[in-house]
């Protein structure tokens, strides 16, 4: 039987991971801070742990396994990881996690293990028209990304590759846009924009409005679940290193974003545009390398995703009225 660490699976990709190899029938161990909040654990194992700390990490990785996944970060929507606040300990806590995992996987010989980098280390200067974004894979050197976020990714992905090149660890670089779907961060100050908009369009009643971070004319696009799923281990198991993007080249501005969840939940609001952090004016995944070098590209519509988002997130907005009914 094959064997999986997931670091991060209690987190949102980590935790439907974990579900996805166990359906391929691995033996699955995961680790986190935290228990999966949605859904009970699927993995065989589950230890609660702090990965800043070495002896954690040695801990973890007491056996061989086929693949590691180190998905483990300090992170969040752009409420968490572009107002400053938060940057020392984004910095700290998930470079330290890298470190660790690294050293532990090195020294128990352990060669296979992805890492999930971000579109975040990406240059800003390359994102200032929302129109014309470029995140080709061979865009990010001169480096400039815009929060220390994408600059711990930026450091992380040369630690992974350095592993690579000095010990000849089969280390696998992905660079993740934006990927949504249930399960996820919905309300805890974490949360990204589809379920952020998500939880305001539930809130909201019909022909009311919901308030939005900054014009919405910025463009992004995101990936549902599944397909980050499907393409990160087909990533994992294949002979090639990266850094790849992996993500949706469905652009879309907030407004629409927020027009087509409306649409989803057969509600007409309107849109009210408030101060925020934003990020970048304009991103969307570049997906040539990754399917010149592995022979794939996603398909599945940004609608289709939220048609299954949308309802588990209102889901958690009626559970949440109920317990604080009187
Ligand atoms: P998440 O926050 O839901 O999951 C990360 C998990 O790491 C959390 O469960 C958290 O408790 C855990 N963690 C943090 N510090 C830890 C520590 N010291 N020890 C043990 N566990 C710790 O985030 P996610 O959306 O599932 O993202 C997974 C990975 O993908 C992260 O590395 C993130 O930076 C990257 N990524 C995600 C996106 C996205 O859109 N979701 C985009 C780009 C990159």
Redesign the pocket.
């Known amino acids: 039987m094959k064997s999986a660490l997931v ?2 699976a ?5 935790s439907h991971l974990v579900k996805r190899l166990k359906r391929e029938g691995f033996w699955v161990r995961g ?4 228990f999966p909040e949605f859904a009970e654990t699927e993995a065989d194992d589950f230890i609660i ?4 700390e070495p002896v954690n990490c040695r801990a973890i990785v007491d056996r061989r396994f086929d693949e590691v996944y180190q ?6 929507g752009a409420g968490y990881v572009f107002v400053g606040e938060h940057d020392a300990d984004i910095m700290h ?2 470079a330290a ?1 890298n470190l660790n995992m690294l050293e532990a996987c090195k020294n128990r010989t352990i060669k296979r293990i992805f890492y ?5 280390m990406y240059p800003q200067h390359n994102q200032l028209d929302p129109n014309a974004p470029v995140t080709r894979e061979d865009s990010a050197y001169p480096a400039d990304p815009d929060s220390e976020y994408g600059w711990e ?1 930026l450091f992380s992905e040369r630690l992974y590759l350095a592993y690579h090149k000095n010990y000849g660890m089969d280390v696998r670089v992905a660079r ?5 779907g249930p399960e ?2 919905w309300r805890d100050g ?1 949360e ?1 924009a589809p379920a952020a908009l998500c939880r305001k369009v539930a809130e909201a009643k019909n022909g009311g409005s919901i308030e939005m971070w900054g014009d919405g004319e910025q463009t992004r696009s995101f990936m549902f679940v599944d397909e980050c799923l499907e393409a990160t281990t087909r990533l994992t198991r294949s002979n090639w290193t990266g850094p790849v993007n992996i993500g949706s080249e469905e652009m879309v501005t907030i407004n629409q974003l927020a027009e087509m969840i409306m649409g989803v939940a057969g509600k007409q609001l309107d849109i009210i545009h408030i101060p925020g952090p934003l990020g970048v004016r304009g991103r969307n995944s570049h997906n040539d390398l990754f399917e010149e070098k592995l022979g794939w590209r996603p398909s599945q519509t940004l609608n289709e995703g939220i048609k299954k988002t949308y309802p588990w997130i209102e889901r958690q907005v009626e559970l949440m009225r109920g317990s604080n009914a009187p």
């Open positions: 670091c991060g209690g987190g949102f990709i980590g680790a986190d801070l935290k742990t702090d990965l800043r998905l483990a970060a300090d992170m969040g806590n998930s996690i999930s980098s971000s579109a975040c990714k993740y846009h934006n990927i949504f996820g961060s974490r990204k």
